[in-house]
Protein backbone atom coordinates (compact mmCIF):
# COMPACT_ATOMS: atom_id res chain seq x y z
CA UNK A 1 0.00 0.00 0.00
CA UNK A 2 1.12 3.59 -0.63
CA UNK A 3 0.06 6.78 -0.32
CA UNK A 4 -0.22 9.49 -3.36
CA UNK A 5 2.08 11.46 -1.99
CA UNK A 6 4.58 9.30 -0.42
CA UNK A 7 4.76 6.49 -3.31
CA UNK A 8 8.01 5.63 -5.35
CA UNK A 9 9.18 2.75 -6.77
CA UNK A 10 12.74 1.37 -5.31
CA UNK A 11 12.12 3.24 -2.37
CA UNK A 12 13.02 0.70 0.90
CA UNK A 13 9.74 0.45 3.49
CA UNK A 14 10.68 0.16 7.29
CA UNK A 15 7.44 -1.20 8.71
CA UNK A 16 7.01 -0.44 12.49
CA UNK A 17 5.37 -2.88 15.07
CA UNK A 18 2.15 -2.89 16.54
CA UNK A 19 1.82 -0.21 18.70
CA UNK A 20 4.88 1.15 18.02
CA UNK A 21 3.50 3.90 15.59
CA UNK A 22 1.51 6.57 17.36
CA UNK A 23 4.92 7.89 19.27
CA UNK A 24 6.23 9.24 15.61
CA UNK A 25 2.83 9.97 13.82
CA UNK A 26 2.32 12.87 16.80
CA UNK A 27 6.12 13.98 15.47
CA UNK A 28 9.00 12.35 17.26
CA UNK A 29 11.43 11.94 14.68
CA UNK A 30 13.88 9.23 15.94
CA UNK A 31 12.85 5.55 14.78
CA UNK A 32 14.77 3.43 17.32
CA UNK A 33 15.23 0.12 15.98
CA UNK A 34 13.25 -1.87 18.87
CA UNK A 35 10.40 -0.47 17.11
CA UNK A 36 11.01 -1.55 13.58
CA UNK A 37 9.30 -5.06 12.64
CA UNK A 38 11.00 -5.36 9.28
CA UNK A 39 12.09 -3.47 6.08
CA UNK A 40 10.92 -4.46 2.88
CA UNK A 41 13.17 -3.94 -0.10
CA UNK A 42 15.53 -5.24 -2.61
CA UNK A 43 18.95 -4.84 -2.41
CA UNK A 44 18.29 -3.41 1.48
CA UNK A 45 18.26 0.18 2.33
CA UNK A 46 22.07 1.58 2.52
CA UNK A 47 22.77 4.33 5.47
CA UNK A 48 22.08 7.72 3.85
CA UNK A 49 19.34 6.24 1.80
CA UNK A 50 15.60 7.93 1.84
CA UNK A 51 13.09 5.23 3.24
CA UNK A 52 9.33 4.66 3.82
CA UNK A 53 8.20 4.67 7.62
CA UNK A 54 5.23 2.62 7.74
CA UNK A 55 2.74 1.32 10.07
CA UNK A 56 1.73 -2.55 10.67
CA UNK A 57 -0.51 -2.89 7.59
CA UNK A 58 2.77 -1.19 5.65
CA UNK A 59 0.40 2.37 4.86
CA UNK A 60 3.31 4.90 5.10
CA UNK A 61 3.39 7.67 7.53
CA UNK A 62 6.16 9.71 6.71
CA UNK A 63 9.46 9.38 5.49
CA UNK A 64 12.91 9.54 6.48
CA UNK A 65 16.93 9.08 6.14
CA UNK A 66 17.54 5.02 7.21
CA UNK A 67 20.92 4.09 9.31
CA UNK A 68 21.97 0.55 9.39
CA UNK A 69 24.14 1.14 12.30
CA UNK A 70 22.87 3.51 14.45
CA UNK A 71 20.23 2.49 17.60
CA UNK A 72 17.81 4.95 15.56
CA UNK A 73 17.60 3.72 12.16
CA UNK A 74 15.54 6.32 11.10
CA UNK A 75 15.22 10.05 11.49
CA UNK A 76 11.59 11.05 10.04
CA UNK A 77 12.24 14.17 8.06
CA UNK A 78 8.49 14.27 6.92
CA UNK A 79 5.25 13.05 7.85
CA UNK A 80 2.45 11.77 5.34
CA UNK A 81 -0.20 14.59 5.78
CA UNK A 82 2.90 16.87 5.65
CA UNK A 83 3.94 15.39 2.14
CA UNK A 84 0.22 15.60 0.92
CA UNK A 85 0.18 19.84 1.91
CA UNK A 86 3.80 19.97 0.71
CA UNK A 87 4.45 17.13 -2.22
CA UNK A 88 7.39 19.54 -3.48
CA UNK A 89 9.25 18.07 -0.74
CA UNK A 90 8.51 14.81 -0.71
CA UNK A 91 10.72 11.88 -0.75
CA UNK A 92 13.41 14.92 -2.25
CA UNK A 93 16.33 15.63 0.47
CA UNK A 94 17.38 18.56 -1.50
CA UNK A 95 14.23 20.30 -1.22
CA UNK A 96 13.20 19.45 2.07
CA UNK A 97 16.72 21.22 3.36
CA UNK A 98 16.06 23.88 1.38
CA UNK A 99 12.66 24.40 2.85
CA UNK A 100 13.78 23.87 6.13
CA UNK A 101 16.28 26.60 6.34
CA UNK A 102 14.86 29.07 4.36
CA UNK A 103 11.86 28.58 7.23
CA UNK A 104 14.74 28.51 9.77
CA UNK A 105 15.77 32.00 8.43
CA UNK A 106 12.52 33.76 8.43
CA UNK A 107 11.55 32.53 12.36
CA UNK A 108 15.09 34.07 13.38
CA UNK A 109 14.27 37.46 11.31
CA UNK A 110 10.71 37.50 13.39
CA UNK A 111 12.77 36.99 16.41
CA UNK A 112 14.80 39.70 16.05
CA UNK A 113 18.21 38.04 15.07
CA UNK A 114 20.66 38.82 13.49
CA UNK A 115 20.18 42.84 14.40
CA UNK A 116 22.54 45.48 15.29
CA UNK A 117 22.92 44.84 18.77
CA UNK A 118 23.43 40.82 18.73
CA UNK A 119 24.60 38.78 15.32
CA UNK A 120 25.52 35.72 17.38
CA UNK A 121 22.50 33.45 17.37
CA UNK A 122 21.54 29.53 16.20
CA UNK A 123 19.98 29.73 13.05
CA UNK A 124 19.01 25.62 13.19
CA UNK A 125 19.09 23.62 16.41
CA UNK A 126 18.32 19.78 15.30
CA UNK A 127 14.92 18.78 16.21
CA UNK A 128 13.55 22.00 16.87
CA UNK A 129 13.66 22.82 13.47
CA UNK A 130 13.08 19.42 11.72
CA UNK A 131 16.61 18.70 10.84
CA UNK A 132 17.60 16.28 13.03
CA UNK A 133 21.43 15.62 13.83
CA UNK A 134 22.37 19.82 12.36
CA UNK A 135 23.38 22.30 14.60
CA UNK A 136 24.16 25.84 12.45
CA UNK A 137 25.18 28.69 14.41
CA UNK A 138 25.57 31.85 12.99
CA UNK A 139 28.38 34.55 14.42
CA UNK A 140 28.50 37.44 12.51
CA UNK A 141 29.45 36.46 9.06
CA UNK A 142 30.55 33.20 9.66
CA UNK A 143 27.69 30.01 9.79
CA UNK A 144 29.34 27.09 12.06
CA UNK A 145 27.98 23.85 11.25
CA UNK A 146 27.90 21.00 14.07
CA UNK A 147 26.93 17.43 11.96
CA UNK A 148 26.13 14.59 14.55
CA UNK A 149 24.20 12.11 11.80
CA UNK A 150 25.52 10.26 8.39
CA UNK A 151 22.66 12.44 6.50
CA UNK A 152 24.20 15.48 7.40
CA UNK A 153 27.75 14.14 5.93
CA UNK A 154 26.24 13.05 2.89
CA UNK A 155 24.38 16.44 2.12
CA UNK A 156 27.04 18.20 3.22
CA UNK A 157 27.93 20.18 -0.04
CA UNK A 158 23.55 20.83 -0.21
CA UNK A 159 23.63 22.36 3.17
CA UNK A 160 26.69 24.73 2.71
CA UNK A 161 25.02 25.73 -0.77
CA UNK A 162 21.68 26.75 1.51
CA UNK A 163 23.70 28.59 3.86
CA UNK A 164 25.20 30.47 1.72
CA UNK A 165 22.35 32.33 -0.44
CA UNK A 166 21.84 33.71 3.36
CA UNK A 167 23.02 37.34 2.05
CA UNK A 168 25.25 38.04 5.51
CA UNK A 169 27.12 34.83 5.87
CA UNK A 170 30.32 34.60 3.95
CA UNK A 171 31.84 31.64 5.16
CA UNK A 172 30.71 28.15 6.53
CA UNK A 173 33.09 26.30 9.12
CA UNK A 174 32.28 22.96 9.25
CA UNK A 175 32.80 21.23 12.56
CA UNK A 176 31.79 16.92 12.50
CA UNK A 177 31.09 15.63 15.99
CA UNK A 178 33.49 12.97 15.59
CA UNK A 179 32.48 10.83 18.42
CA UNK A 180 28.50 11.16 17.84
CA UNK A 181 29.08 10.10 13.93
CA UNK A 182 31.33 7.18 15.04
CA UNK A 183 28.24 6.09 16.26
CA UNK A 184 26.51 6.59 13.12
CA UNK A 185 28.28 4.81 11.30
CA UNK A 186 30.45 7.50 9.80
CA UNK A 187 33.95 6.56 9.11
CA UNK A 188 36.67 8.44 10.98
CA UNK A 189 39.41 8.40 7.85
CA UNK A 190 36.48 9.28 5.29
CA UNK A 191 35.40 12.25 8.01
CA UNK A 192 39.10 13.29 7.92
CA UNK A 193 39.32 13.19 4.34
CA UNK A 194 36.44 14.92 3.62
CA UNK A 195 36.98 18.13 6.03
CA UNK A 196 40.91 18.30 5.46
CA UNK A 197 40.25 21.29 3.90
CA UNK A 198 37.47 22.97 5.48
CA UNK A 199 39.41 24.89 7.93
CA UNK A 200 38.63 28.49 8.51
CA UNK A 201 41.08 30.04 6.06
CA UNK A 202 41.88 34.12 6.50
CA UNK A 203 39.64 36.04 4.29
CA UNK A 204 39.02 39.43 3.51
CA UNK A 205 34.92 40.47 3.24
CA UNK A 206 33.65 42.61 5.58
CA UNK A 207 34.38 44.55 8.79
CA UNK A 208 34.59 42.39 12.11
CA UNK A 209 38.25 42.88 13.17
CA UNK A 210 40.95 40.46 13.30
CA UNK A 211 43.87 39.91 15.48
CA UNK A 212 47.12 39.26 14.73
CA UNK A 213 49.25 38.41 18.30
CA UNK A 214 52.80 39.47 17.52
CA UNK A 215 53.91 38.25 21.12
CA UNK A 216 52.71 36.42 24.04
CA UNK A 217 50.26 39.22 25.09
CA UNK A 218 47.73 40.98 23.10
CA UNK A 219 49.82 43.15 21.12
CA UNK A 220 47.71 43.28 17.60
CA UNK A 221 46.57 44.77 14.89
CA UNK A 222 43.06 45.10 13.53
CA UNK A 223 42.32 45.02 9.94
CA UNK A 224 38.85 44.63 7.57
CA UNK A 225 38.82 40.97 7.78
CA UNK A 226 36.19 38.53 8.61
CA UNK A 227 38.05 36.01 10.54
CA UNK A 228 41.88 34.92 10.98
CA UNK A 229 44.21 32.86 13.11
CA UNK A 230 45.42 33.94 15.94
CA UNK A 231 48.66 32.39 18.14
CA UNK A 232 47.42 32.16 21.57
CA UNK A 233 49.96 30.87 24.06
CA UNK A 234 51.71 28.86 21.38
CA UNK A 235 48.52 27.58 19.38
CA UNK A 236 47.32 28.55 15.91
CA UNK A 237 43.51 29.87 16.84
CA UNK A 238 40.79 30.65 13.84
CA UNK A 239 38.52 33.99 15.80
CA UNK A 240 36.31 35.96 14.87
CA UNK A 241 34.33 38.83 16.55
CA UNK A 242 30.57 39.17 16.99
CA UNK A 243 28.34 41.74 19.17
CA UNK A 244 25.50 40.26 21.71
CA UNK A 245 23.53 42.37 23.47
CA UNK A 246 25.42 45.11 22.56
CA UNK A 247 28.70 43.57 23.99
CA UNK A 248 31.70 42.95 21.51
CA UNK A 249 33.13 39.28 22.06
CA UNK A 250 36.36 37.28 20.64
CA UNK A 251 35.67 33.87 20.29
CA UNK A 252 37.25 30.82 18.76
CA UNK A 253 35.75 29.07 16.01
CA UNK A 254 37.62 25.89 17.68
CA UNK A 255 36.09 26.43 20.95
CA UNK A 256 34.03 24.79 22.91
CA UNK A 257 30.82 23.62 21.02
CA UNK A 258 30.84 25.89 18.13
CA UNK A 259 32.65 28.46 19.67
CA UNK A 260 29.92 30.67 22.01
CA UNK A 261 27.27 29.59 23.82
CA UNK A 262 24.44 31.47 22.49
CA UNK A 263 21.95 29.39 24.51
CA UNK A 264 22.56 32.04 27.52
CA UNK A 265 22.24 34.76 25.80
CA UNK A 266 18.55 35.80 27.28
CA UNK A 267 20.16 34.70 30.93
CA UNK A 268 23.30 36.97 30.41
CA UNK A 269 20.85 39.60 29.62
CA UNK A 270 18.97 39.09 32.70
CA UNK A 271 22.45 39.79 34.53
CA UNK A 272 23.21 42.75 33.77
CA UNK A 273 19.75 43.77 34.64
CA UNK A 274 20.15 42.65 38.50
CA UNK A 275 24.41 43.39 38.86
CA UNK A 276 24.22 47.48 39.75
CA UNK A 277 26.27 47.50 42.60
CA UNK A 278 27.15 44.52 43.57
CA UNK A 279 29.96 42.27 44.00
CA UNK A 280 29.72 39.01 41.14
CA UNK A 281 31.27 36.31 41.19
CA UNK A 282 31.08 33.83 37.88
CA UNK A 283 32.21 30.28 38.30
CA UNK A 284 33.49 28.33 34.67
CA UNK A 285 32.98 31.67 33.26
CA UNK A 286 34.64 30.08 29.70
CA UNK A 287 34.93 33.84 27.66
CA UNK A 288 33.48 36.00 29.98
CA UNK A 289 29.91 36.08 28.85
CA UNK A 290 28.32 36.34 32.29
CA UNK A 291 30.93 38.85 33.95
CA UNK A 292 30.75 41.22 31.23
CA UNK A 293 26.95 41.30 31.55
CA UNK A 294 27.23 42.25 35.15
CA UNK A 295 29.90 44.93 34.94
CA UNK A 296 27.87 46.44 32.15
CA UNK A 297 25.17 46.72 34.32
CA UNK A 298 27.00 48.19 37.03
CA UNK A 299 28.10 45.96 38.73
CA UNK A 300 31.05 47.14 41.18
CA UNK A 301 33.67 44.08 41.25
CA UNK A 302 33.71 40.52 39.33
CA UNK A 303 35.71 37.80 39.16
CA UNK A 304 35.52 34.90 36.37
CA UNK A 305 37.16 31.23 36.99
CA UNK A 306 37.73 29.23 34.52
CA UNK A 307 40.35 26.30 33.81
CA UNK A 308 40.78 26.69 30.72
CA UNK A 309 43.94 29.61 29.35
CA UNK A 310 42.35 29.62 25.93
CA UNK A 311 38.83 30.70 27.19
CA UNK A 312 40.88 33.29 29.82
CA UNK A 313 42.54 35.12 26.99
CA UNK A 314 39.75 35.54 25.22
CA UNK A 315 37.70 37.33 28.23
CA UNK A 316 41.05 39.59 28.74
CA UNK A 317 40.69 40.33 25.37
CA UNK A 318 36.66 40.85 25.93
CA UNK A 319 37.46 43.53 28.33
CA UNK A 320 39.97 45.73 26.26
CA UNK A 321 37.30 45.56 23.48
CA UNK A 322 34.33 46.75 25.70
CA UNK A 323 36.49 50.03 26.61
CA UNK A 324 36.02 48.25 30.49
CA UNK A 325 38.18 49.53 33.41
CA UNK A 326 40.25 46.43 34.16
CA UNK A 327 39.93 47.09 37.93
CA UNK A 328 36.29 46.31 38.19
CA UNK A 329 37.28 42.71 36.85
CA UNK A 330 39.40 39.97 36.88
CA UNK A 331 39.58 36.49 35.62
CA UNK A 332 41.59 33.68 37.40
CA UNK A 333 42.70 30.37 35.78
CA UNK A 334 42.02 28.06 38.96
CA UNK A 335 39.63 24.54 39.44
CA UNK A 336 35.77 25.86 40.67
CA UNK A 337 36.28 23.35 43.41
CA UNK A 338 39.86 24.55 44.74
CA UNK A 339 38.47 28.25 44.17
CA UNK A 340 35.41 27.77 46.23
CA UNK A 341 36.92 25.73 49.02
CA UNK A 342 39.77 28.39 49.13
CA UNK A 343 37.42 31.31 49.13
CA UNK A 344 35.08 29.85 51.77
CA UNK A 345 38.46 29.51 54.04
CA UNK A 346 39.23 33.65 53.41
CA UNK A 347 35.78 34.16 54.56
CA UNK A 348 34.97 35.72 51.13
CA UNK A 349 31.45 36.06 49.83
CA UNK A 350 29.34 37.71 47.04
CA UNK A 351 26.53 39.18 46.46
CA UNK A 352 25.52 36.80 43.33
CA UNK A 353 27.42 33.92 42.17
CA UNK A 354 27.00 32.43 38.48
CA UNK A 355 27.61 28.70 38.39
CA UNK A 356 27.55 27.11 34.68
CA UNK A 357 29.60 24.10 34.94
CA UNK A 358 30.13 21.63 31.96
CA UNK A 359 28.33 18.85 30.92
CA UNK A 360 28.58 16.97 34.05
CA UNK A 361 26.25 14.00 32.83
CA UNK A 362 26.22 13.62 29.12
CA UNK A 363 24.32 10.19 29.68
CA UNK A 364 21.53 9.06 31.98
CA UNK A 365 24.27 6.34 32.88
CA UNK A 366 26.21 8.47 34.89
CA UNK A 367 23.12 10.93 36.16
CA UNK A 368 24.01 9.30 39.84
CA UNK A 369 27.59 9.97 40.21
CA UNK A 370 26.55 13.51 38.20
CA UNK A 371 24.07 14.59 40.86
CA UNK A 372 26.38 14.38 43.38
CA UNK A 373 28.69 16.35 41.53
CA UNK A 374 25.95 19.16 40.90
CA UNK A 375 25.04 19.20 44.39
CA UNK A 376 28.81 19.23 45.79
CA UNK A 377 29.42 22.48 43.37
CA UNK A 378 25.88 24.67 44.49
CA UNK A 379 26.53 23.28 47.85
CA UNK A 380 30.14 25.30 47.97
CA UNK A 381 28.42 28.22 45.62
CA UNK A 382 25.26 28.36 48.41
CA UNK A 383 28.22 29.25 51.36
CA UNK A 384 29.72 31.63 49.06
CA UNK A 385 26.64 33.70 48.54
CA UNK A 386 25.94 36.48 51.03
CA UNK A 387 23.02 35.95 53.15
CA UNK A 388 19.95 37.19 51.05
CA UNK A 389 22.05 37.29 47.53
CA UNK A 390 21.56 35.60 44.37
CA UNK A 391 22.52 32.55 42.99
CA UNK A 392 21.92 31.82 39.19
CA UNK A 393 22.71 27.89 39.08
CA UNK A 394 23.03 26.38 35.43
CA UNK A 395 22.73 22.42 33.85
CA UNK A 396 23.64 21.95 30.41
CA UNK A 397 23.02 18.22 30.85
CA UNK A 398 20.33 16.82 29.16
CA UNK A 399 19.54 14.00 31.30
CA UNK A 400 19.52 16.12 34.32
CA UNK A 401 17.06 18.81 32.64
CA UNK A 402 14.61 15.47 31.37
CA UNK A 403 14.53 13.51 34.21
CA UNK A 404 13.35 16.95 36.35
CA UNK A 405 15.84 15.86 38.95
CA UNK A 406 17.99 19.13 39.68
CA UNK A 407 15.54 21.10 42.17
CA UNK A 408 15.72 18.39 44.30
CA UNK A 409 20.16 18.40 43.38
CA UNK A 410 19.69 22.04 44.41
CA UNK A 411 17.67 21.25 47.95
CA UNK A 412 20.49 18.79 48.72
CA UNK A 413 22.57 21.26 48.11
CA UNK A 414 21.15 23.80 50.51
CA UNK A 415 20.94 21.23 53.38
CA UNK A 416 24.35 20.39 52.79
CA UNK A 417 25.13 24.58 53.12
CA UNK A 418 22.81 25.15 55.96
CA UNK A 419 21.65 27.13 53.80
CA UNK A 420 17.70 28.34 52.89
CA UNK A 421 16.76 28.79 49.27
CA UNK A 422 14.13 30.53 47.56
CA UNK A 423 13.35 29.94 43.79
CA UNK A 424 13.24 33.20 42.00
CA UNK A 425 13.22 32.84 38.29
CA UNK A 426 13.58 29.46 35.68
CA UNK A 427 14.52 29.49 32.62
CA UNK A 428 16.38 27.60 29.56
CA UNK A 429 17.97 28.26 26.09
CA UNK A 430 17.02 31.41 24.27
CA UNK A 431 14.27 31.42 22.08
CA UNK A 432 16.27 31.03 18.92
CA UNK A 433 16.51 27.16 20.59
CA UNK A 434 12.93 25.82 19.71
CA UNK A 435 12.37 22.98 20.90
CA UNK A 436 9.81 20.56 19.72
CA UNK A 437 7.28 19.07 21.87
CA UNK A 438 7.44 15.80 20.53
CA UNK A 439 11.01 15.55 21.08
CA UNK A 440 11.24 16.64 24.78
CA UNK A 441 14.61 15.09 24.49
CA UNK A 442 15.99 18.16 23.10
CA UNK A 443 15.30 20.28 26.34
CA UNK A 444 18.80 20.17 28.01
CA UNK A 445 19.65 23.48 29.22
CA UNK A 446 18.22 24.51 33.29
CA UNK A 447 18.91 28.06 34.41
CA UNK A 448 17.73 28.80 37.80
CA UNK A 449 18.07 32.23 39.89
CA UNK A 450 17.52 30.91 43.71
CA UNK A 451 17.81 33.67 46.72
CA UNK A 452 19.71 32.22 49.16
CA UNK A 453 19.24 32.88 53.20
Known amino acids: MCSQSLCLVG ?57 SVSMFCVRLMQLEDEATSDSSCAL ?66 EIEACIKKINYINHVNW ?38 LLQLGWNYTRRNVKFTDLLILGHVVPICQIVENEIVYTISLKGQKTGFYADQRENRQFISRISDGQKVLDICCYSGGFALNAVRGGALNVTG ?6 ALELAKENVVLNNIDPGRISFLREDATEFMKGALLRNESWDIVIIDPPKL ?50 QGAASMAGRRITVLRQAGAACDHPIDPSYPEGAYLTNILLRVS
Not at 38 to 45: D, H, N, Q
Not at 177 to 199: F, P
Not at 305 to 310: F, H
Request: aromatic residues 6%; glycine residues 10%.
Open 11 to 67: VAKVVLKKGKTQLFKDGNPMVYSGAVDRIIGRPPPKTGDVVLVADGTEKPIGWGMYN
Open 92 to 157: NMEKLIETRIDAAVEMRRRLGLPSVHTNAYRLINSEGDRLSGLIIDVFGGVAVVASSAAWVEKYKS
Open 175 to 212: RPSVDILKEDGVNEYDLNKMHSSTCPERTKCGWVGAYY
Open 305 to 310: IDTSPL
Open 361 to 410: APTKKVLHSASGMYRNLNSLAMQLTKRGGLLMTCSCSGAVTQSGIFMRIL
